[in-house]
C-alpha cells in the first residue's frame, strides 16, 4: 500500500536551516508530483512546495527564495531544503502524493522556529 513517512523535523533558532525527507513506497514514485504542505493549529493545511516526477517544481510566495524541494527518483525520496527559516515556519510539515485518485499523507513531522 502507499506510505508516505516524513522525517527531519526539529526546533532550530530563526535564521536556522532544516532538510526534511519524505520516504515514499507503494507506487510508482517517478511519476507522481508529490507536495509538502504545513498546518497550522487552528488553521488551514498549506501548500509549500510541489515537484513533479521530472522536476519541475513549485514554490508558495511564502517560501520561494528559502526553501528548495528535490528529489530522488531511485531512492523513492523527496527532501525539502529550508534556510533562512522565521518564527512563521513554525507548523507540522506533511508530504502528499495524489495516487489513482486518493490522497494520501504521511504522519508529519514538526519544524519549530525559535525567534
Known amino acids: 500500500q502507499v506510505q508516505l513517512v516524513e522525517s527531519g523535523g526539529g526546533l532550530v533558532q530563526s535564521g536556522g536551516s532544516l532538510r526534511l525527507s519524505c520516504a515514499a513506497s507503494g507506487f510508482t514514485f517517478s511519476l507522481e508530483t508529490i507536495e509538502w504542505y504545513r498546518q497550522v493549529p487552528g488553521k488551514q493545511r498549506e501548500l509549500v512546495a510541489a515537484i513533479a516526477g521530472g522536476g519541475q517544481s513549485f514554490y508558495s510566495l511564502s517560501v520561494k527564495g528559502r526553501f528548495t524541494i528535490s528529489r530522488d527518483n531511485p531512492k523513492n525520496m523527496v527532501y525539502l531544503q529550508m534556510d533562512s527559516l522565521k518564527p512563521e515556519d513554525t507548523a507540522v510539515y506533511y508530504c502528499?502524493?495524489?495516487?489513482?485518485?486518493?490522497?494520501?499523507w504521511g504522519q508529519g513531522t514538526q519544524v519549530t522556529v525559535s525567534s
Open positions: 502528499n502524493a495524489d495516487h489513482r485518485g486518493t490522497s494520501y
